[in-house]
């Protein structure tokens, strides 16, 4: 059996892939890079939520470097 996850930052479902190895910590699950063109696209087509990462992705140039989004436990 198998999960799909979304990640909640985007008004559209994006789909999140998790790897089994890439498991962080107790606190952090996984984590996912982010290139910085696809996030400044997605805020310019206002596809995402309001919250940190349209906080971030506000502030960033397409050419900057790949952001990385750390995957929590929803408490």
Same mark, same amino acid.
């Given at each position: 059996?198998? +999960?799909?996850? +979304?990640? /909640? #930052?985007?008004?559209?479902?994006?789909? &999140?892939?998790?790897? =089994?190895?890439? %498991?962080?910590? %107790?606190? &952090?699950? /996984?984590?996912?890079?982010?290139? =910085?063109?696809?996030?400044?696209g =997605?805020y310019?087509?206002?596809?995402?939520?309001?919250?940190i990462?349209? #906080? &971030? =992705? /506000?502030?960033?140039?397409?050419? #900057?470097?790949?952001? &990385?989004?750390?995957?929590? %436990?929803?408490?």
């Amino acid at each position: 059996m198998g +999960y799909t996850i +979304y990640n /909640s #930052d985007f008004l559209v479902k994006k789909e &999140i892939f998790m790897n =089994a190895f890439m %498991h962080v910590g %107790h606190e &952090i699950e /996984s984590w996912q890079p982010i290139e =910085a063109f696809l996030l400044v696209g =997605a805020y310019k087509k206002k596809e995402l939520k309001e919250g940190i990462l349209k #906080d &971030i =992705a /506000s502030k960033l140039d397409e050419e #900057d470097n790949t952001v &990385i989004m750390l995957v929590k %436990h929803k408490k």
